[in-house]
C-alpha cells in the first residue's frame, strides 16, 4: 500500500555530512502521512530511533543524534530528508525511512540505505 524511493546514502568520512531523501506514495498515503521519519540498523543491534516528524512539525531525535542530524519533510510531496552532520564511525548503519500514514502505529517500511562512515 505505500511505495517508497530512498536516496542519499554512500561512503564518507568522519566529520563530513550525508543527506537522506526519502518519498513515499501509493494507496496507503492518499489521505496524507501522520508521521515520517528515519530509523536504523547497525549490524548485531537493534533498529533504533533516528528522527521522526509530525506532519504538524514536531520532531522528535534519538539521543545520538541530536545537534547533528535534522529531520525535514514536504507533506504534500510526500517527502522526508534527514540532514546528518559531523558523522561518526558509529553512525555507520542501515537507515530505513518509516511512515506511520494514519499515526496509529500501522507503519510502512522503505528498504533502507546503507550509511557508511569511515576512514
Known amino acids: 500500500q505505500v511505495q517508497f524511493v530512498e536516496s542519499g546514502g554512500g561512503l564518507v568520512q568522519p566529520g563530513e555530512s550525508l543527506r537522506l531523501s526519502c518519498a513515499a506514495s501509493g494507496a496507503g498515503t492518499i489521505f496524507g502521512i501522520a508521521v515520517m521519519g528515519w530509523y536504523r540498523q547497525a549490524p548485531g543491534k537493534r533498529r533504533e530511533l533516528v528522527a521522526i516528524?509530525?506532519?504538524?512539525?514536531?520532531?522528535s531525535y534519538g539521543g545520538s543524534v541530536k545537534g547533528r542530524f535534522t529531520i525535514s519533510r514536504d507533506n504534500a510531496k510526500k517527502m522526508v530528508w534527514l540532514q546528518m552532520n559531523r558523522l561518526k564511525p558509529e553512525d555507520t548503519a542501515v537507515y530505513y525511512c518509516n511512515v506511520d500514514p494514519r499515526g496509529n502505529g500501522n507503519d510502512y517500511w522503505g528498504q533502507g540505505t546503507q550509511v557508511t562512515v569511515s576512514s
Open positions: 516528524m509530525s506532519s504538524g512539525g514536531a520532531t
